[in-house]
Protein backbone atom coordinates (compact mmCIF):
# COMPACT_ATOMS: atom_id res chain seq x y z
CA UNK A 1 0.00 0.00 0.00
CA UNK A 2 2.97 2.56 0.86
CA UNK A 3 4.33 1.71 -2.40
CA UNK A 4 1.22 2.43 -4.27
CA UNK A 5 1.27 5.85 -2.03
CA UNK A 6 4.50 7.05 -2.95
CA UNK A 7 4.02 5.59 -6.60
CA UNK A 8 3.39 8.83 -8.75
CA UNK A 9 0.86 7.13 -10.54
CA UNK A 10 -1.53 6.39 -7.30
CA UNK A 11 -1.33 10.18 -5.86
CA UNK A 12 -3.48 11.21 -8.75
CA UNK A 13 -6.60 9.06 -8.36
CA UNK A 14 -6.56 9.37 -4.32
CA UNK A 15 -6.31 13.18 -5.20
CA UNK A 16 -9.21 12.72 -7.62
CA UNK A 17 -11.23 10.70 -4.88
CA UNK A 18 -10.70 13.13 -2.58
CA UNK A 19 -11.82 15.80 -4.65
CA UNK A 20 -14.94 14.02 -6.13
CA UNK A 21 -16.10 13.08 -2.45
CA UNK A 22 -15.32 16.60 -1.40
CA UNK A 23 -17.59 18.28 -4.09
CA UNK A 24 -20.36 15.65 -3.54
CA UNK A 25 -20.53 16.42 -0.40
CA UNK A 26 -20.56 20.31 -0.79
CA UNK A 27 -23.59 19.72 -3.71
CA UNK A 28 -25.58 17.26 -1.04
CA UNK A 29 -25.39 19.68 1.90
CA UNK A 30 -26.62 22.82 -0.63
CA UNK A 31 -29.54 20.07 -1.98
CA UNK A 32 -29.87 19.64 1.19
CA UNK A 33 -30.55 23.15 2.27
CA UNK A 34 -32.59 23.97 -0.59
CA UNK A 35 -34.58 21.24 0.16
CA UNK A 36 -35.13 22.52 3.66
CA UNK A 37 -36.27 26.27 2.66
CA UNK A 38 -38.35 25.08 -0.19
CA UNK A 39 -40.44 22.69 2.58
CA UNK A 40 -40.18 25.35 4.89
CA UNK A 41 -41.86 27.68 2.30
CA UNK A 42 -44.89 24.86 1.66
CA UNK A 43 -45.66 24.51 4.84
CA UNK A 44 -45.62 28.58 5.39
CA UNK A 45 -48.00 28.78 2.59
CA UNK A 46 -50.21 25.89 4.13
CA UNK A 47 -50.63 27.69 7.29
CA UNK A 48 -51.52 30.84 5.42
CA UNK A 49 -54.16 29.50 3.68
CA UNK A 50 -55.33 28.13 7.39
CA UNK A 51 -54.87 31.95 8.73
CA UNK A 52 -56.51 33.24 5.40
CA UNK A 53 -59.92 30.77 6.38
CA UNK A 54 -59.47 31.88 10.15
CA UNK A 55 -59.45 35.15 9.06
CA UNK A 56 -62.79 34.89 7.38
CA UNK A 57 -64.10 33.64 10.64
CA UNK A 58 -63.08 36.66 12.55
CA UNK A 59 -64.01 38.57 10.37
CA UNK A 60 -67.47 37.37 9.87
CA UNK A 61 -67.58 37.40 13.92
CA UNK A 62 -66.27 41.26 14.37
CA UNK A 63 -69.08 42.35 11.94
CA UNK A 64 -71.99 40.64 13.85
CA UNK A 65 -69.94 42.39 17.45
CA UNK A 66 -69.82 45.46 15.84
CA UNK A 67 -73.87 45.42 14.90
CA UNK A 68 -74.56 44.21 17.96
CA UNK A 69 -72.14 47.07 19.66
CA UNK A 70 -70.11 44.72 21.97
CA UNK A 71 -66.66 45.00 19.94
CA UNK A 72 -64.92 45.27 23.39
CA UNK A 73 -66.55 41.96 24.71
CA UNK A 74 -65.75 40.53 21.34
CA UNK A 75 -62.39 41.34 21.38
CA UNK A 76 -61.29 40.33 25.53
CA UNK A 77 -63.09 36.53 24.48
CA UNK A 78 -60.38 36.84 21.44
CA UNK A 79 -57.18 37.87 23.43
CA UNK A 80 -57.74 36.04 26.23
CA UNK A 81 -58.38 32.11 27.46
CA UNK A 82 -62.02 31.25 26.38
CA UNK A 83 -63.42 28.37 24.78
CA UNK A 84 -64.17 30.61 21.72
CA UNK A 85 -60.40 31.15 21.31
CA UNK A 86 -59.58 27.27 21.78
CA UNK A 87 -62.65 26.95 19.37
CA UNK A 88 -60.73 28.97 16.61
CA UNK A 89 -57.24 27.52 17.43
CA UNK A 90 -58.78 24.15 17.07
CA UNK A 91 -60.61 25.18 13.61
CA UNK A 92 -56.94 26.80 12.95
CA UNK A 93 -55.00 23.27 13.50
CA UNK A 94 -57.54 21.28 12.02
CA UNK A 95 -57.31 23.12 8.75
CA UNK A 96 -53.08 22.96 8.85
CA UNK A 97 -53.63 19.36 9.04
CA UNK A 98 -55.60 18.93 5.93
CA UNK A 99 -53.66 20.81 3.54
CA UNK A 100 -50.13 20.14 5.15
CA UNK A 101 -48.78 16.62 7.14
CA UNK A 102 -47.67 17.90 10.82
CA UNK A 103 -45.69 14.53 11.49
CA UNK A 104 -44.00 12.66 8.77
CA UNK A 105 -40.19 11.03 8.18
CA UNK A 106 -38.98 13.80 6.35
CA UNK A 107 -39.95 16.72 9.11
CA UNK A 108 -42.51 17.33 12.42
CA UNK A 109 -44.11 20.30 12.74
CA UNK A 110 -44.40 21.41 16.62
CA UNK A 111 -46.35 23.73 19.16
CA UNK A 112 -48.43 25.41 16.77
CA UNK A 113 -49.27 28.51 18.13
CA UNK A 114 -52.41 31.26 17.91
CA UNK A 115 -51.55 34.58 18.86
CA UNK A 116 -54.39 37.65 19.00
CA UNK A 117 -53.77 41.00 19.72
CA UNK A 118 -55.63 44.40 19.25
CA UNK A 119 -54.30 47.90 17.56
CA UNK A 120 -56.84 50.14 17.45
CA UNK A 121 -59.91 48.84 15.26
CA UNK A 122 -57.33 46.30 13.71
CA UNK A 123 -57.18 42.67 14.61
CA UNK A 124 -53.65 41.00 14.21
CA UNK A 125 -53.28 37.27 14.35
CA UNK A 126 -50.00 35.20 14.28
CA UNK A 127 -49.23 31.66 14.11
CA UNK A 128 -46.07 30.67 14.95
CA UNK A 129 -44.58 26.41 14.96
CA UNK A 130 -41.37 24.95 15.08
CA UNK A 131 -40.79 22.67 12.11
CA UNK A 132 -38.05 19.88 12.70
CA UNK A 133 -35.97 18.27 9.42
CA UNK A 134 -34.57 14.73 9.94
CA UNK A 135 -31.92 13.26 7.91
CA UNK A 136 -31.45 9.44 7.54
CA UNK A 137 -28.36 8.28 8.47
CA UNK A 138 -27.36 4.56 9.05
CA UNK A 139 -31.19 3.25 8.98
CA UNK A 140 -31.66 5.86 11.90
CA UNK A 141 -33.41 9.40 11.58
CA UNK A 142 -31.64 12.22 13.17
CA UNK A 143 -32.64 15.80 13.53
CA UNK A 144 -30.71 17.89 11.35
CA UNK A 145 -31.70 21.29 11.60
CA UNK A 146 -34.76 23.27 13.37
CA UNK A 147 -36.60 26.25 12.10
CA UNK A 148 -39.34 28.57 13.36
CA UNK A 149 -42.11 29.77 11.14
CA UNK A 150 -44.36 32.87 11.59
CA UNK A 151 -47.31 33.67 9.73
CA UNK A 152 -49.32 36.93 10.49
CA UNK A 153 -52.45 38.55 9.24
CA UNK A 154 -55.23 41.19 10.32
CA UNK A 155 -58.31 43.27 9.24
CA UNK A 156 -59.49 46.10 10.28
CA UNK A 157 -62.85 46.01 12.31
CA UNK A 158 -64.42 49.02 10.32
CA UNK A 159 -67.74 48.46 8.87
Not at 3 to 32: C, H, N, R, W
Not at 93 to 111: F, G, I, R
Amino acid sequence: MREILKDKQGSSPIFTAIIVLVFSLIISTVMYIAYVEIQTTVIRNDMKTGLANLAYTISEDTYTALRESDFEEYVAKLTGASAYRTKLENTYKADVLNSVALDSYEYTVNAINLDFTRDGMKIRYTCTCDVTFYVRLFGINMPATAKSVQVEGSHTAKY
